[in-house]
């Protein structure tokens, strides 16, 4: 059974604000009116005005013994009832009586079969998008209060999202056997079978995670993508199920072990095993790019190291060129030129080893001015073709806009690939390439124009990887990479729309208008900063015209402010952090995000204990291991571990962690501090294990890594973080952030260090194509 606690269902809280009160439970003028024309009597008129300001907020009725006092005193002091007025019906019929007269009065009709119905058709309709159980209660609830009808019990709302979330899902299972055959279904079920010869089972190896992106981890995970599709191309099978139902069962099917997966009725087995072989086919084609992207990256970091060491040996030989050519230059400024003059430079030249070995001397330190690593890019580049070709092999790519010359010469490549000649004597569009490439790439040979093969193929795998970053070269069967223009509402459809989407955010509806409102809009800005700028004490222009923000002067505490926290260093208590946890989760219930990847209730023995010592070791970085060996016997390593993998994740812990964020947000305090209107977005570099496709060697912190990036309001509470790797650009996640933030504190302005600049909200969605 769902627990009550992990939905929407409407109950009321422990605790009430003074601000609440007034503002949810305050009777207004047309309410007090009507009940006084409904009820006769003080006890009678106040037992009526608790239950309609009750039905109002809980959309049903409540046991008036339910009701907080709190809520009692607070509409009593509004009515201006004596104390001796208790809450309480002494006939059931009056109390039956009122709460028909108050459901005419709010326009809600009573649960009935047609109510059920409609709930039924809502939950139905869900169910072959959703399957956590509460999601199905909440829109069962959502769809009652649309159609204004009077909330049932919970239990009645539990029994029928089970029994029709039951139906919706063994139509699927059913659905998808059917369309095996027996021999394919006794091949996927072996997955879950043990051999001698190995340690763990096939099942195990479909939850294999990438490794560190090297040279050699990128071909172990070809060769696991190899394997993954001898299991067959299962996408057939599941074109009827949703994208998100389809996560959801590999979601399920990845916590559970082999044999635990054995336990499991056939229809169902079967049928989250192909969701996650789905699964761990799409995310290995993920992870096959990030790699072929990070290795890229390394190769041409590595071009430029070495250009820079170049460089460093040259300066000798530039030195050296620039003596010689000064020493020719006093010859021809000395006497006039003639044979004798032409004697004294080849004379010059000689020692040297000539015109020639000093002419090659100084095309060697051309071709790497302005920058111009690309020539060095070769040689990090050839212990990797191999591995780059198999990876086209392995990969389909499409493009995504009407330019094709890559994809051309992706073909044009693994065409040749079996080529080891210096020269490509075929022609091909480089259109794409800059000059640079295009100078490196071609060679003229008489009257015919070469392709050099070495820095063809570096050239079009450089590109491809831009191409795959800018979303232009999309992967098939990829998620990450694939084509975005599947994901968008077709024009037809927009054009119907956009009149309305600019008026809801104020923006003028036609081309012309819209710039100019552009135009004005930065106009206005820019006055606005150039009115301010005298007064500006941070930021100055300096004398070639770039702005610089200059560091705040330190303010020393005065001896006030240190006898102040002092003495609250003094009077305040010492907390145990378990004990805290406890008390937020006392006030805010955030453990009730936890629970097993089918939605279904814990049936961990002490659920709330086992989640609060679960958070308190993975929130203090201590980890299971260490974590249980200091509780001593508490809990085991194991039990923390499971319910790590088993009932916790990033989208649960988001959602616990918006609930403790709208409780702070109700305090006294944090308001003295911001309004949260304001946030900085920074990221802070915590060490990673080594082996993840997420750790990198930061060369600014040093060691390996992820970013944490925050986004954190003026009221000092963190709103929300995300994990990124180093060397992200990190105003990306700027937005990110501002869409997955979905507490009450909606910031309208950050403060981003990347730039070191405020940034309006509507600004960056604006020049982010939102």
């Not at 394997?227 to 299962?234: A, C, M, Y």
């Not at 050099?452 to 992967?475: K, M, N, P, Q, T």
């Not at 010492?574 to 453990?591: A, G, M």
């Not at 201590?622 to 974590?627: D, E, I, K, R, S």
Request: with cysteine.
């Amino acid at each position: 059974m769902t627990s009550i606690e992990r939905t929407a269902y409407p109950r009321l809280k422990r605790y009430f604000t003074a601000k609440e009160l007034t503002e949810i439970y305050t009777p207004t003028k047309s309410e007090i009116a009507f009940t006084y024309r409904t009820a006769k009597g003080q006890s009678n008129i106040f037992n009526l005005i608790v239950l309609l300001k009750a039905f109002q907020r809980l959309g049903y009725f409540p046991k008036l013994s339910e009701i907080p006092n709190s809520i009692v005193n607070h509409i009593r002091g509004c009515l201006k009832m004596p104390t001796e007025i208790v809450l309480g019906y002494e006939n059931n019929k009056t109390m039956y009586r009122h709460r028909v007269a108050i459901r005419e009065y709010l326009k809600v009709n009573d649960f009935d079969k047609n109510a059920r119905h409609l709930a039924a058709l809502a939950v139905h309709e869900s169910a072959k998008v959703m399957d956590n159980p509460a999601d199905l209660i909440n829109v069962a609830i959502g769809e009652l209060i649309k159609q204004r009808y009077e909330l049932p019990g919970f239990y009645t709302l539990d029994r029928l999202v089970r029994r029709i979330r039951h139906l919706v899902n063994q139509k699927i299972f059913n659905f998808v056997i059917n369309r095996l055959e027996q021999e394919y279904i006794e091949y996927i079920n072996s997955l879950l079978d043990s051999y001698p010869t190995e340690r763990l089972t096939p099942f195990n190896n479909l939850k294999q995670l990438p490794k560190r992106p090297t040279r050699n981890h990128l071909n172990d995970l070809l060769i696991h993508l190899t394997w993954l599709e001898t299991l067959g191309d299962v996408k057939p099978f599941l074109d009827q199920i949703t994208a998100t139902k389809i996560q959801h069962f590999a979601a399920e099917a990845r916590v559970l072990t082999a044999s635990e997966m054995k336990a499991i009725k056939l229809p169902k087995r079967i049928t989250i095993l192909l969701c996650l072989i789905y699964s761990a086919q799409v995310q290995t084609r993920d992870n096959l790019i990030e790699m072929f992207l990070k290795r890229m990256r390394s190769i041409h970091h590595k071009a430029k190291e070495e250009l820079d060491k170049l460089r460093e040996k040259q300066q000798s030989t530039i030195e050296r060129l620039l003596r010689i050519f000064t020493n020719v230059l006093e010859i021809f400024v000395d006497e006039p030129v003639n044979t004798e003059i032409l004697g004294q430079v080849n004379q010059v030249f000689a020692p040297v080893g000539g015109a020639q070995q000093l002419l090659n001397e100084c095309e060697a330190v051309n071709a790497y001015k302005g920058n111009n690593y690309i020539p060095l890019l070769w040689r990090f580049y050839k212990s990797h073709r191999r591995v780059f070709f198999r990876l086209l092999s392995a990969l389909k790519f499409s493009s995504t806009t009407s330019e094709q010359s890559v994809v051309y010469a992706l073909n044009f490549l693994v065409e040749n690939s079996h080529r080891r000649g210096e020269f490509i004597k075929d022609s091909i569009n480089l259109d794409f390439a800059s000059p640079q490439w295009q100078k490196l790439v071609f060679t003229q040979q008489g009257e015919h124009s070469k392709i050099i093969r070495r820095h063809f193929e570096v050239c079009v795998f450089s590109y491809l990887a831009a191409e795959l970053r800018s979303g232009d070269i999309c992967v098939h069967g990829s998620e990450d990479y694939a084509d975005h223009r599947e994901q968008l509402l077709p024009w037809s459809e927009c054009l119907s729309l956009i009149d309305q989407y600019c008026q809801n955010l104020g923006l003028v509806s036609t081309a012309v208008g819209f710039v100019e409102k552009l135009k004005s809009m930065l106009a206005d800005t820019a006055q606005k900063v150039d009115e301010a700028y005298p007064d500006n004490r941070q930021v100055v222009i300096n004398d070639q015209g770039e702005p610089v923000l200059k560091k705040p002067p330190r303010h020393e505490l005065s001896l006030q402010a240190k006898a102040i926290i002092e003495a609250v260093s003094e009077r305040f208590p010492e907390r145990n952090l378990i004990d805290i946890l406890k008390n937020v989760d006392y006030w805010t219930n955030f453990t009730r995000h936890f629970g097993p990847m089918s939605g279904s209730d814990p049936k961990l023995e002490r659920a709330i204990e086992r989640y609060l010592l679960t958070t308190f070791a993975y929130g203090c970085n201590l980890g299971p291991t260490q974590a249980a060996r200091h509780m001593r016997g508490v809990v085991t390593a194991r039990e923390l571990s499971f319910v790590n993998r088993r009932h916790v994740n990033a989208d649960k812990l988001n959602a616990a962690l918006t609930d403790i964020i709208n409780r702070y947000n109700v305090l006294n305090l944090p308001k003295l501090w911001g309004d949260g209107s304001t946030a900085a977005a920074d990221g802070t570099k915590y060490e990673l294990y080594e082996e993840n496709l997420l750790s990198e060697y930061h060369i600014r912190y040093g060691g390996y890594g992820g970013i944490a990036y925050h986004h954190v309001a003026d009221s000092y509470v963190a709103l929300f973080s995300h994990f990124i790797s180093c060397g992200t650009w990190e105003a990306v996640y700027i937005i990110e952030g501002l869409l997955k933030n979905k507490s009450d504190i909606q910031p309208d302005t950050i403060h981003a260090d990347t730039q070191g600049q405020s940034t309006p909200v509507f600004a960056v969605f604006l020049f982010a194509g939102y």
